[in-house]
């Protein structure tokens, strides 16, 4: 099955930063990534995803690069601001999501 | 945006008991569900898949005589815990699939199961 490797586990940054968080797969035939924000004890919010047609996304302050060749895609946060502080996860798709295993997101003003 | 409901939305019963958790898409048709376990402070793992009419498909190491699925409906899948023990303990939340929207999948607000 597919396996989602997910970087750093916990990532702090200064309000105003960029942020950045990679994500690997293993399974080709993946084709779709959406990036997830969890706040505590709360479903995920869907954020942005990419397809594997296109390189790069972008969404305002929000922005996701795919490398199919390397399986590998990434997750920018520009201008960070104290309430993007959550935890953000990764997945891959073919049939069923596999998910990143999380990265804890924290911004100090 | 597309709404999936759950409930209940927490849940305390004792070990040995059965919980029983209902997912809803609430404005589409969804004839493939998704369950999920998170435990605190770990990722989402997926437990099953579950489609309108057929039998569930388990992932590797999940024991689909505990964790009975049941897609009866385009609109309804529900989860039962069999015989719950404290390690069942978690929180389960479901996703529904949108086919009219390109497959987009939307989460329920998840399920709080402590098993004393």
């Known amino acids: 099955g597919e396996n989602v490797e997910q970087h750093p586990s916990t990532l702090s940054v200064q309000e105003g930063d960029s942020a950045v968080i990679k994500c690997t797969y293993s399974?080709?035939?993946?084709?779709?990534f959406p990036w997830y924000k969890q706040e505590l004890g709360k479903r995920p919010q869907l954020i942005i995803d990419?397809?594997?047609?296109?390189g790069e996304k972008k969404d305002q302050r929000i922005a996701v690069t795919l490398n199919k060749t390397a399986k590998h895609f990434s997750l920018h946060i520009t201008e960070t601001q104290p309430e993007d502080s959550a935890v953000y996860f990764c997945?891959?798709?073919?049939?069923?999501?596999?998910f990143g295993t999380g990265t804890s997101l924290t911004v100090i003003p | 945006g597309a709404v999936v409901s759950q409930h209940p939305s927490w849940v305390i019963c004792k070990s040995g008991t059965s919980v029983k958790i209902e997912c809803r898409s609430l404005?589409?048709?969804?004839?493939?569900m998704f369950w999920y376990r998170q435990f605190p402070k770990q990722s989402l793992m997926l437990m099953a898949t579950?489609?309108?009419?057929?039998?569930?498909?388990?992932e590797q190491g999940v024991e689909k005589d505990k964790f009975l699925i049941n897609h009866a409906s385009l609109t309804l899948s529900t989860l039962t815990v069999t015989s719950a023990h404290p390690e069942d303990s978690s929180f389960y939340i479901c996703?529904?699939?949108?086919?009219?929207?390109?497959?987009?999948?939307?989460f329920g607000p998840g399920t709080r199961l402590t098993v004393l």
């Open positions: 997945a891959a798709r073919a049939n069923q999501f596999y």
């Open positions: 404005d589409f048709q969804a004839t493939t």
């Open positions: 399974d080709s035939a993946s084709n779709y």
């Open positions: 996703s529904a699939r949108d086919l009219g929207t390109s497959g987009l999948e939307f």
């Open positions: 990419i397809r594997s047609n296109v």
């Open positions: 579950s489609n309108e009419g057929s039998k569930a498909t388990y």
